[in-house]
Structures are given as structure tokens and as C-alpha cells.
């Protein structure tokens, strides 16, 4: 991804989950993630040509940055790919915030460029875009994208590189079956039509959307994952079975189908990896070819169970 056209992995791994702390009721998962446990997912991700790493600063307040750096230990520089981001709510009060963060995401995550850096949101297009444009001409960073803006915070962005001979070469933003918002927007048709890679997250509503998860089985007591999902895991039911009825038939789980939906959508998802045998899900996710007719169902299963999972942090698109 050192080249000038941003080109990556099929699926790219997230690791918000890998900021817990790992205490109980303290962190936005609640999953128990060991050191040894980490490893083997790169290992296994790596293996099986999966290298795009998402992350950002506001992840535990950096440990998710430290964390990954210590599971990628030992593998070139050239083997994987580092996307992170600037997060305005975080900026410093120096002379360049975003250089300033930059700087200790570099040094947490022991690298001296980032493959793509995102302005996590747009708090404020216009002051903080231009301060992206020294970064990519000294090659600190290599792409930019930019996350949770609506079209009209795209395209003042674009604008605003473009000036400098540069552009939005991606979008990240919340899309999965549950949450639309980008597609109704028209966001990811201009993003087709414009040649801009979109990246879905939360694809598996963090977890609510594997049917791993029920009402009998609910997300993690005391995490903020389960506070806002586990009240709503008996209307996804009808939707997660369903899944899981198209997945049988190719050998694949629920889960899998939620990420072939994303790549069917013609989206790069961010799939927020805990446990080494997830990544059999995304090389089979991969391999999945959906029928139009199955989408249909699937979405109109999706708006039936009538939720609205926007994240706190998500402005309307
Ligand atoms: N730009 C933004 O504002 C923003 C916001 C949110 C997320 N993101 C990025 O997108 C990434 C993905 O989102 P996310 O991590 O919040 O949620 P997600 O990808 O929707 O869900 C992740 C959770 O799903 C479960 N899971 C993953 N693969 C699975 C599989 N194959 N089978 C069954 N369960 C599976 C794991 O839960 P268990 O550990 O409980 O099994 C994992 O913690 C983040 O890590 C982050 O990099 C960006």
C-alpha cells in the first residue's frame, strides 16, 4: 500500500475489541484477549493474506495502538498495513494537533508511516483536513480517508486535498444489515462512481448480528457493547436464524453471511478480529457469492426487526 493508489486486503481486521482492558465492566467488549491469543490471529490473518490492521487512539486511549504493535512483532513492515486515525475530540491544544497525535501513534505502534489515517469524524472539516496535507507530502502518512462524514463533509475534504494535488482515497463509516444509513444516502454509489474504497464497520453489530449471541446467551455482562445490544437481541432472531440458514448451506455461519453481505454491497468490511478461528470466517465470507434474492430477504428481515444501532459517536447521514 506504499504505492499511489491505495489498494488493500479484501477484509480488514479491526481492533477496537483489542483496547479492553480486560477487567470486568471496564471497556466497551468485555472479551477476555490474551497476549498469545493475539498473536495467533495475526498469525492466522497474515497467513491467510489478511494485513490491513484498523485502529485509532481514542481505542483504550491508545492500548489497542500498543497492543497491536506487540502482536505484530517480528513481521516486516512491508508484510502489513497500518490504518489509524485522528480523532478531533482528542486533539491537543499544540501549534498541529494532528501531527501531534500522529506523532504518538507512530510511536505506539513503532513505525515511522501509516498506510491510511482517518479524521475519525467530522467535528470540523474545514480546520483540520488542510493539516493532513504536509503529512502526506513528507510520506508520514501514505492515504487518507476519512470516517463518519456525510457527503457534503466528503466532499469539502476532497476539496481541500485536492487543492494540494491530493484526495479522499476512502470512507469508513457504520453499515451493516442493521444500519443503512450510507447506502440511503447515496454515499456508497459516490464512492463507486468516484473511485473511493468505502470500508463498512461494525458489520457484525459487534457481535449482536453472529447468532453467537441470544437472549439465553447475551453479550457480556457489564460491557457497553452489551448495554446497548442485549435489550434487542429477541428481535434479531428471526433475522440471525435466517442467516444461519444461508450459511448451512455453504458451510458457513451466520457471521460469515453478515460479512459476504458487506462484500456483496461492494465494501471493504472491518471486521473486528478476537479469536484466531474467526479468520476460517473471513476466508469463507470471501468465498460466498450471496443471490440477489437472499440480500432482499436479508434486508427486508433487517428492517423488520425495526432497531436503530447508531453509535453514540455517529452523526446522521
Ligand atoms: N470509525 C469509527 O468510528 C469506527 C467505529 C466502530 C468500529 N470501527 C472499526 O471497525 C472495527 C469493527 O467493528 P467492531 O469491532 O466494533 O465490531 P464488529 O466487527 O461488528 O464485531 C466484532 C465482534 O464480533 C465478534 N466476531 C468477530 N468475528 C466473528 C466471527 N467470525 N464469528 C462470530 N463472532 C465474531 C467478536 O465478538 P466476541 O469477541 O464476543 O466473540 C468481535 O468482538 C473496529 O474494531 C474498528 O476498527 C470504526
Redesign the pocket.
Do not use: C
Given at each position: 500500500m506504499t504505492s499511489k493508489t491505495l489498494t488493500a486486503s479484501p477484509v480488514?481486521?479491526?481492533?477496537?475489541?483489542?483496547g479492553d482492558s480486560g477487567e470486568v465492566g471496564d471497556g466497551?467488549?468485555?472479551?477476555r484477549?490474551t497476549e498469545s491469543g493475539l498473536r495467533e490471529v495475526v498469525e492466522k490473518a497474515h497467513s491467510n493474506g489478511f494485513t490491513l490492521w484498523?485502529?485509532?487512539v481514542v481505542?483504550g486511549m491508545g492500548r489497542s495502538e500498543t497492543v497491536l504493535a506487540q502482536a505484530l512483532k517480528g513481521y516486516a513492515r512491508s508484510e502489513y498495513q497500518l490504518?489509524t486515525?485522528f480523532t478531533p475530540q482528542a486533539a491537543g491544544d499544540g501549534g498541529n494537533p494532528v501531527a501531534d497525535m500522529l506523532e504518538q501513534s507512530l510511536d505506539r505502534l513503532g513505525t515511522d508511516y501509516v498506510d491510511l489515517y482517518?479524521i475519525?469524524?467530522p467535528a470540523d472539516v474545514a480546520r483540520w483536513t488542510p493539516l493532513l496535507i504536509p503529512l502526506l507530502r513528507s510520506g508520514t502518512i501514505k492515504h487518507v480517508g476519512v470516517?463518519?462524514h456525510n457527503l457534503t463533509q466528503i466532499a469539502l475534504a476532497d476539496q481541500i486535498l485536492g487543492e494540494a494535488g491530493f484526495r479522499v482515497e476512502a470512507v469508513?463509516?457504520?453499515h451493516?444489515l442493521l444500519y443503512r444509513s450510507s447506502e440511503r444516502a447515496g454515499i456508497l454509489d459516490h464512492c463507486r462512481e468516484h473511485d473511493v474504497r468505502f470500508?463498512s464497520?461494525?458489520?457484525?453489530?459487534?457481535?449482536?448480528?453472529?447468532?453467537?449471541?441470544s437472549p439465553a446467551h447475551p453479550?457480556?455482562e457489564g460491557s457497553d457493547?452489551a448495554a446497548v445490544y442485549n435489550g434487542i437481541l429477541p428481535r434479531l432472531q428471526t433475522l440471525t436464524d435466517r442467516m444461519a440458514a444461508i450459511g448451512e448451506d455453504r458451510g458457513a455461519?451466520?457471521?460469515?453471511v453478515a460479512?459476504a453481505w458487506a462484500i456483496a454491497k461492494g465494501t471493504t468490511?472491518?471486521?473486528?478480529?478476537?479469536?484466531a478461528?474467526?479468520l476460517?470466517?473471513?476466508v469463507r465470507?470471501h468465498g460466498i457469492e450471496l443471490a440477489d434474492e437472499e440480500i432482499a430477504e436479508l434486508e427486508t428481515l433487517a428492517d423488520a426487526a425495526d432497531v436503530d444501532t447508531r453509535?453514540w459517536?455517529?452523526p446522521g447521514m
Open positions: 480488514a481486521l479491526g481492533t477496537w475489541a483489542w466497551q467488549f468485555g472479551s484477549l484498523d485502529t485509532a481505542y490504518s486515525k482517518w475519525h469524524n470516517s463518519n469508513q463509516n457504520h451493516s470500508f464497520y461494525m458489520v457484525l453489530e459487534q457481535g449482536a448480528l453472529t447468532g453467537r449471541y453479550l457480556p457493547r455461519s451466520a457471521a460469515d460479512t468490511p472491518i471486521i473486528g478480529v478476537t479469536k478461528g474467526y476460517d470466517g473471513l465470507a453509535g459517536w455517529e
